[in-house]
């Protein structure tokens, strides 16, 4: 919103006071590393999107809503090479573009809309995991638009999106491959440090390093993986990433649930 | 990236070629190509480098400035990077097109560089809370020849080599305000430690096999990547699946390992010959951009 000259005008650059407090220096309660915080999650929930989905996982929320497939013109390329698999050429394929965006009340600071190269990342994070689950090839010329509004971050806010995107992408009838679940994981500094599954905001403002996996259950393909930090050897990195893949087999049949229900309601809801 | 038409039969040689550990030029699957690294190729930089890989070319050019610290970190300086895909590289990249990848480059960057150990950012502080050295890392896409973010960050790496700070002293007067006095001795200068900056090995998925240091074409013919992020030391900082297709964890953890493996020795055939070429003195003939 542009300056509002009217009213008594504020400092040019201002600081939440947080900044200035003493350090709570609450520690994080220790726990069992391989819990998953209970998931609330529910399809088809906005009327204006092809799909939609709503996604809480502890304090994590975050909504996700589909739209398309729209036709997109673009088809100047001509016939390119034809994918692996025999499926339609490159120019022909549907395109997926992912949008992610965080609320300005979502974290503890203010954050302006237009987030900036984080965003940004976040959402092309999210389309390389989503890219393998959807089935293209079956929307020629076509677009579809995933966008992810994070409302409350409160710690692996990307695998809710990943997540809720894929139960937005199910609910609005695409045709994929298989779901793809997301599970953050982060590994606190320290000697003797481990890895946590599903970290809250606090365990993750600490840690020495953060992973996010994204999974497809059934073909046990892993469709995206972006971490970053010290988190030392590679061995520790492949216990973090077995670790992720566990907590998202375990979390699909609550996903799978989600789903029959959502088709239920708009089986019930159907106009004779 | 780039784009290379690839007929059905090409796909299939490179393809089968790999299962066999041969790959198009005759490599090995866990091969560089030849790597030129020359620093010291702007005059107007604290520090440069150009990376010429196979056809992939990198210029790298550090600034170093003052400013001030971040609210969040009051004690130290940091890194911004900036990646700019210039239109020569390819014809893909007129206008905005080289946008995407420039700001997906940086942010891989950005997430290599977020660790503590990588660049001791606490010796870029010159006072706390208001003077700090930024150090502003441009990075130039001269050509495109697969491969990019191992070209990048081995120029990346070779720069910050490269790179001399001014030696700055902040003088208190009775009042208590602060100058900066800078060094008279042109040559007074600070060196970072590159010890533990990271390079980004790229392994691309072809069939069951991977491959290090992909061309364009064999790119084309790959669905997934992973990109891992080594230090010398064989620490892993960063992860990253790129690509449309997806991996078997199996995979994944056979990758990180040739990762692993493959970045130590790309570490220390840099180092040793970053170290060679400073021993060469200032006198050295610099080959720049004829050679």
Redesign the interface.
């Known amino acids: 919103m542009p300056g509002d000259h009217r009213r008594i005008r504020g400092p040019e650059e201002s ?1 939440p006071p947080q ?1 200035y407090a003493a350090d709570e220096d609450e520690a994080p309660v220790a726990r069992d590393s391989t819990r998953l915080r209970p998931v609330y999650a529910r399809a088809g929930l906005l009327s204006q999107a092809k799909g939609s989905a709503y996604l809480e996982a502890g304090g994590t929320k975050v909504l996700c809503a589909v739209s398309g497939p729209r036709q997109v013109e673009g088809g100047e390329r001509g016939s ?5 698999g025999g499926e339609a050429p490159a120019a022909l394929r549907g395109r997926l573009l992912c949008d992610f965006r965080r609320a300005p009340f979502s974290g503890r600071r203010r954050r302006a809309p237009p987030g900036g ?2 965003e ?2 976040l959402a ?2 999210l389309q ?2 989503l ?3 959807v089935r293209l090839g079956r929307y020629p010329r076509a677009q579809l638009e995933v966008s992810a509004l994070l409302l409350e971050d409160g710690g692996s806010a990307l695998a809710a999106a990943l997540t809720a995107a894929s139960l937005a992408l199910a609910d609005a009838g695409i045709e994929m491959y298989d779901l793809v679940v997301g599970c953050g994981l982060s590994r606190a500094p320290g000697p003797a440090p481990i890895w946590l599954l599903d970290p809250t905001l606090l365990e993750e403002e600490r840690a ?2 953060s ?1 996010t996996v994204a999974l ?1 259950p059934v ?16 061995e520790s ?2 216990e973090a ?2 670790l992720g ?1 566990e907590g998202c087999q375990r979390l699909y049949p609550v996903l799978q649930q989600c789903l029959v229900r959502a088709a239920r309601r708009r089986g019930t809801a159907a106009p004779p | 990236m780039a ?1 290379v ?4 039969a090409e ?1 299939v040689y490179i393809v089968h070629g790999v299962q066999e550990d041969l790959r198009v030029d005759g490599r090995g699957c866990e091969d560089y190509r030849c790597v030129e690294v020359e620093t010291d190729v702007v005059s107007n930089t604290s520090g440069s480098a150009r990376v010429k890989l196979g056809h992939t070319d990198i210029l790298v050019g550090v600034k170093a400035e003052m400013g001030t610290p971040k ?2 970190k009051p004690n130290e300086g940091y890194l911004e990077f900036f990646v700019d895909c210039s239109a020569n590289a390819t014809p893909e990249f007129e206008g905005r097109g080289g946008d995407d990848l420039g ?2 480059i ?2 891989t960057l ?3 560089f ?4 990588s660049v001791d950012l606490k010796s870029l502080c010159i006072s706390p809370r208001e003077h700090c050295w930024i150090l502003y890392v441009d990075v130039l896409l001269l050509e495109c020849g697969g491969n990019l973010f191992d070209a990048i960050s081995i120029a990346v790496k070779a720069a910050l080599f490269n790179t001399r700070i001014p030696k700055v002293r902040v003088l208190e007067d009775e009042e208590g305000s602060k100058d900066i006095e800078l060094s008279d001795d042109p040559y007074d200068c600070i060196r970072l430690s590159v010890e533990n900056v990271p390079c980004i090995v790229t392994l691309c998925k072809i069939g069951y096999r991977h491959v290090v240091d992909a061309t364009l074409q064999e790119e ?2 790959s ?2 990547s ?1 990109l891992v992020s080594v230090t010398s030391k ?16 199996e995979s ?2 056979e990758m ?2 040739t ?2 493996r493959v970045g130590k020795v790309l570490h220390a055939s840099l180092q040793s010959l970053l170290h060679k070429e400073e021993s060469l003195g200032p006198k050295r003939q610099k080959v720049g951009f004829l050679g």
Do not use: H
């Open positions: 600081q900044l390119g090479p034809a994918g692996a190269g984080e940004r990342e092309l994070a390389e995991a890219e393998p689950a020495a390093a992973l497809m073909l046990n393909q892993v469709a995206g993986l972006l971490g970053s930090g010290e988190g030392g050897p590679t990195w492949a990433v077995r893949l | 784009s038409a690839l007929s059905e796909k609210l969040e700001t997906e940086a942010n950005y997430r290599i977020n660790n503590k150990s084309a013919c669905l997934a992973l064989g620490v892993v900082t960063c992860m990253r699946k790129v690509g449309k297709g997806s991996l078997d964890p994944i953890f990180m390992e990762g692993k």
